[in-house]
C-alpha cells in the first residue's frame, strides 16, 4: 500500500460501515476454483455474522497458490467470524485454527461442521490483546482478513500479531493481511502497526488491480 492510498480512497462517505442485511439462519455457498464452501450466516453476531469482501478476496489467493499449498501447515485465522478463511485452509491441506471472540464460537463450529472439517480445522476463542491461549500452537501461516474496522481494538490487534510471530529465520512464519479500507481513521491502524511491522503488497495475485478498485489490499506482514 503506497503512501497515498488513504487520499486515493476516500470512501467514507459512499461505502457502509454497517454489513449488508442477511437472513438468519441463511447458507452462503461460495466456490473458490475447486473448492466449496457452505457458510451458515448469523447477523445475530454483526460484522462477525457474515463473510466480508476481503475475505473472499484472501481465500482466492489461496486457493491460486494451489489446493495442496496448505499442506502440513498450522494456520490461524485471527477475527475469522464465520470461519470462511481459516476453513478454506484446512480444505487446502492445512490444520487451521479459527479464532474469534467468545460469541463467534458457536457460528465457527457450526459452520466447520457444517463443512465435515472438524478433524482439521479447530475453533478457539483468542481475543486480541490477551495472552494466546496454550491450545493455540505456533502458527506456519496467520491470516487476518477485514480485522480494522474498530478504532479501540487496533493496538489490540497489532499486540496479537506481535504475540504469535517468533521472527525465527529457520522457520519462517506468513502473516497474510487482507484490508478493506473504509474510513480515514485506519490510518491510525497503519501509524501503529508500522512501529511492529513493515508490509509488502501480494504483488503474484491477477486480481489485484480489481479488488483495490474496490480499496482492498491483500498485504504480507514482516515483523521487525
Ligand atoms: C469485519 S469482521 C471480519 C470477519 C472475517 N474475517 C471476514 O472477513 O469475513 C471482524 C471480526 O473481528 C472480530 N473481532 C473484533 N474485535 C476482536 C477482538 N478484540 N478479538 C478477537 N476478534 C475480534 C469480530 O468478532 C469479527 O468476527
Request: net charge negative; glycine share 6%.
Amino acid at each position: 500500500m503506497d503512501e497515498h492510498f488513504f487520499e486515493q480512497h476516500d470512501y467514507e462517505s459512499i461505502v457502509p460501515v454497517q454489513p449488508p442485511p442477511v437472513v438468519q439462519g441463511s447458507v452462503l455457498n461460495l466456490s473458490f476454483a475447486s473448492v466449496d464452501i457452505d457458510l451458515k450466516l448469523d447477523p445475530k453476531w454483526g460484522c462477525g455474522g457474515i463473510a466480508w469482501p476481503a475475505a473472499e478476496v484472501l481465500c482466492r489467493y489461496l486457493v491460486r497458490r494451489g489446493t495442496n499449498s496448505l499442506n502440513g501447515k498450522t494456520v490461524i485465522d485471527l477475527g475469522s467470524g464465520t470461519g470462511l478463511c481459516g476453513l478454506l485452509a484446512a480444505k487446502l491441506g492445512a490444520t487451521a485454527f479459527v479464532t474469534d471472540q467468545a460469541p463467534l464460537l458457536s457460528v465457527m463450529q457450526d459452520n466447520v461442521e457444517l463443512n465435515q472439517m472438524s478433524s482439521s480445522c479447530l475453533v478457539a476463542e483468542l481475543n486480541w490483546g490477551e495472552p494466546i491461549p496454550a491450545k493455540i500452537p505456533r502458527a506456519d501461516v496467520i491470516l487476518a482478513a477485514d480485522c480494522v474496522y474498530f478504532e479501540p481494538a487496533f493496538p489490540l490487534l497489532v499486540d496479537t500479531l506481535c504475540d504469535l510471530v517468533d521472527n525465527d529465520a529457520s522457520n519462517p512464519q506468513e502473516i497474510l493481511f487482507c484490508y478493506k479500507k473504509r474510513r480515514k481513521a485506519d490510518k491510525r491502524f497503519f501509524t501503529l502497526l508500522k512501529k511492529r511491522f513493515r508490509w509488502t503488497e501480494v504483488d503474484d495475485d491477477p486480481d489485484r488491480e480489481a479488488y483495490s478498485r474496490d480499496a482492498i489490499s491483500l498485504l504480507r506482514l514482516h515483523k521487525l
